[in-house]
């Protein structure tokens, strides 16, 4: 058995079509889009094409989509500077969300005078829908409400209309994390009650270091990134242009075999499901099982193996050429146990190890055998 990649959640391997066009723009295409010169007026071409297809498939305006480095820098930019654009008194969020949120509020209520409220979670981690209407009805402060749509370790999936809605009602500004989501998900946004958006090509078989924001045009942000006018003045600093276009090239082809490329995943995450439970008695899923509440990529299991054999049991999986998460890869190294488990989790289910497996058209359930074997067989020998 080859080395099986089940931590796509983390992040994806590129497309060999992907490479190619970014090996292709960089050679061929290197002018700055800014120069008025054939060089520059190609790569500009290049990056208003890109921008307008992601815009059509989203069904929203071209000038709607700013590209960033990815969903930490889009998410930063969206809270920071909406918080200074707008006066924002208070956000509205969820202890469960990604760090790259969490910590763009905590930073951001340091410096401004702004309250935090965390919205309660139950076990699947659902955030309070009626806490978050009462809270605006309560209170007219300016508002920002923060709750990313797919949650990056549980899968959880929230319905962006549903709490968009209650927010558009009370006035309120809604910002998701979709991270999760775009590759994966059909969104169109002018049906959707949101107002910002995320992206990561990284996480649908594109290259780490691009992704994009959606900024609704009726809501004026801040500058992020200080210098040109690049990217509406909201990014300053020259475009990666080879980035873009392999961004555009995995958005693209993911959504042209997005239907087949979903059932087969759903259906190596349905089977092993069904064989874990079967296989191994004490097993939990951390979140939402059916498929309608929950990614079809993520799957979070509360093994029953005590924590205490955490370190022996990374190290076998390593070694077996498993590779799997116990939590999200931007908090790897971290002792401390994951956030958003030990918001769901009961005491005695965080004594036990927690693993999540995320996948991708490339698994196959082959692999899915593989890995219970391993854990039916570590079980046994400890």
């Known amino acids: 058995m080859n080395k099986i990649y089940f931590d796509n959640a983390a992040t994806t391997e590129m497309t060999d079509k992907v490479i190619s066009v970014i090996m292709d723009t960089m050679k061929n295409n290197y002018g700055n889009p800014s120069s008025t010169h054939s060089f520059g007026r190609n790569s500009k071409s290049i990056l208003e094409l890109s921008r307008k297809f992601i815009a059509e498939k989203l069904n929203v305006k071209t000038g709607e989509i700013i590209f960033t480095s990815g969903g930490t820098e889009s998410n930063n930019m969206i809270i920071k ?149 690049q990217e509406r003045g909201y990014r300053g600093g020259t475009e990666s242009i080879h980035n873009i276009l392999g961004l555009k090239t995995a958005f693209e082809i993911s959504y042209e075999s997005l239907e087949k490329d979903s059932k087969k995943v759903s259906k190596i995450k349905e089977y092993f499901i069904h064989s874990i439970l079967k296989n191994i008695p004490g097993t939990k899923i951390n979140g939402n099982s059916d498929t309608h509440n929950s990614s079809y990529t993520i799957l979070n299991l509360c093994l029953p193996i005590a924590k205490e054999k955490k370190t022996v049991l990374d190290f076998k999986l390593d070694l077996a050429g498993i590779a799997c998460s116990s939590g999200s890869a931007c908090q790897s190294g971290s002792s401390k146990p994951s956030h958003v488990l030990s918001e769901i989790l009961s005491n005695s289910e965080m004594e036990k190890i927690s693993l999540r497996f995320s996948f991708s058209k490339f698994n196959s359930l082959e692999e899915v055998d593989y890995v219970l074997t391993f854990l039916k067989d570590f079980i046994n020998d400890n």
């Open 81 to 229: 500077s909406v918080v200074e654009a707008q006066n924002i008194e208070r956000i509205i969020t969820t202890r469960i969300e990604h760090k790259a949120v969490l910590n763009s509020i905590e930073s951001i209520s340091k410096t401004k005078k702004i309250s935090v409220e965390y919205l309660d979670v139950d076990s699947c981690g659902n955030p309070n829908i009626e806490q978050l209407k009462n809270s605006l009805e309560k209170s007219d402060k300016m508002t920002l409400v923060s709750l990313m749509h797919i949650n990056n370790e549980i899968g959880t999936i929230i319905n962006l209309n549903e709490y968009g809605e209650i927010c558009r009602s009370n006035n309120a500004l809604f910002h998701s994390d979709t991270v999760q989501t775009i590759g994966h998900y059909d969104l169109d946004l002018s049906a959707t009650t949101i107002d910002f958006i995320t992206c990561s090509a990284h996480k649908f078989h594109g290259p780490k270091g691009v992704g994009f924001a959606y900024i609704n045009n009726e809501t004026i942000i801040n500058p992020f990134i200080e210098g040109g006018s």
